[in-house]
């Protein structure tokens, strides 16, 4: 019913950048909030940045003064911009949605396939 694809995920050095983007497309009623998950090999899955629907956000310590989450609410998209990125950033990164389908009265959390970022010299 909704689809989260994901692009922009690469390999790059430490202190570059990256934008990630997602589009949610389907049969889609609403959108709440969006956000941006990472998992690194060995590790679980965790919070990189949520944005509301009114554009509050939410940052993990981590990623404060380096990373920005944004939405584009007419398209359903989400961005990542991410700076000064470190080899502690590698992981791969999903995005998720909490979404209302067209035609139903409840609200589930859909993700992407999800993109690697890769920073290495």
């Known amino acids: 019913q909704v689809q989260l694809v994901e692009s922009g995920g690469g390999l790059v050095q430490p202190g570059g950048s990256l934008r990630l983007s997602c589009a949610a497309s389907?049969?889609?009623?609403?959108?709440?909030?969006m956000g941006w998950y990472r998992q690194a090999p060995g590790k679980s899955r965790e919070l990189v940045a949520t944005?509301?629907?009114?554009?509050?956000?939410n940052d993990a310590d981590s990623v404060k003064g380096r990373f920005t989450i944004s939405r584009d609410n007419a398209n359903n998209t989400v961005y990542l911009q991410m700076n000064s990125l470190k080899p502690e950033d590698t992981a791969v990164y999903y995005c998720?949605?909490?979404?209302?389908?067209?035609?139903?009265?409840?609200?589930?959390?859909?993700w992407g396939q999800g993109t690697q970022v890769t920073v290495s010299s």
């Open positions: 998720n949605a909490r979404a209302r389908p067209r035609a139903t009265v409840y609200w589930k959390d859909y």
């Open positions: 389907g049969s889609i009623f609403s959108i709440d909030v």
């Open positions: 944005i509301t629907r009114d554009g509050s956000t």
